[in-house]
């Protein structure tokens, strides 16, 4: 009886699903919106300056952050859904996700690439009134944390006991059960 309702409780994650994938698509239409108002605004009341270069060149790069957020709210409602309700969902390859650890890597790959588009409209932005040495060192250990994340993710955990594969001994000629297939 409590198994059952244990593994009934998964449907709960439906909540996730259904609220990352509103969001990603409100970020997404919100975004779309965004940009063709400002696309507007420039063809209506162009204004052909220096500064008016770097203000849209600002409004684009901000508008990448969104761009990129939805699709990672996107990716998240994917891989909760595939994970906790129904793993046969007809995606692309490198869109399926089999663990949380693929549903992680995913996520912190888009979010490095969302503090570089950050940092690079900040300093786009950058007017020299506060140092910009803090906020990239900031960012980029951050960035370097991340990346130590993604790359313990990648590496699969030394199993006690097991030697690493490059290290393993070759099998035993004389056991003809220990020899590859086509050596036999």
Same mark, same amino acid.
């Given at each position: 009886?409590?198994?059952? %309702?244990? +593994? !009934?409780?998964?449907?709960?994650? %439906?909540? +996730?699903?259904?609220?990352?994938?509103?969001?990603?698509?409100?970020?997404?239409?919100?975004?779309?919106?965004?940009?063709?108002?400002?696309?507007?605004? *420039?063809?209506?009341?162009?204004?052909?300056?220096?500064?008016?270069? @770097?203000?849209?060149?600002? *409004?684009?790069?901000?508008?990448?952050?969104?761009? &990129?957020? !939805?699709?990672?709210?996107?990716?998240?409602? &994917?891989?909760?859904?595939? &994970?906790?309700?129904?793993?046969?969902?007809?995606?692309?390859?490198?869109?399926?996700?089999?663990?949380? *650890?693929?549903? @992680? #890597?995913?996520?912190?790959?888009?979010?490095?690439?969302?503090?570089?588009?950050?940092?690079?409209?900040?300093?786009?932005?950058?007017?020299?009134?506060?140092?910009?040495?803090?906020?990239?060192? +900031?960012? !980029?250990?951050?960035?370097?944390?991340?990346?130590?994340?993604?790359?313990?993710?990648?590496?699969?955990?030394?199993? +006690?006991? @097991?030697?690493?594969?490059?290290?393993?001994?070759?099998? #035993? #000629?004389?056991?003809? *059960?220990?020899?590859?297939?086509?050596?036999?």
């Amino acid at each position: 009886m409590l198994g059952r %309702i244990l +593994a !009934g409780s998964r449907y709960l994650v %439906i909540i +996730a699903v259904v609220g990352a994938y509103l969001s990603a698509l409100f970020v997404l239409i919100y975004g779309g919106l965004t940009i063709g108002g400002i696309i507007i605004a *420039e063809f209506t009341h162009p204004v052909f300056t220096p500064d008016a270069a @770097k203000h849209i060149a600002v *409004e684009c790069i901000e508008m990448i952050d969104l761009f &990129l957020l !939805g699709p990672i709210l996107y990716i998240v409602s &994917l891989g909760l859904y595939s &994970l906790f309700i129904n793993d046969h969902l007809p995606l692309p390859s490198w869109l399926n996700i089999h663990n949380l *650890e693929s549903l @992680k #890597e995913n996520l912190v790959g888009v979010i490095i690439v969302l503090l570089a588009v950050t940092f690079l409209g900040y300093v786009v932005t950058w007017d020299g009134s506060t140092s910009i040495w803090a906020v990239g060192v +900031a960012v !980029g250990f951050v960035v370097l944390a991340l990346s130590l994340f993604l790359r313990r993710l990648r590496t699969p955990p030394d199993v +006690a006991g @097991k030697q690493p594969a490059t290290q393993q001994q070759q099998p #035993e #000629e004389s056991n003809p *059960e220990s020899l590859p297939h086509s050596l036999i």
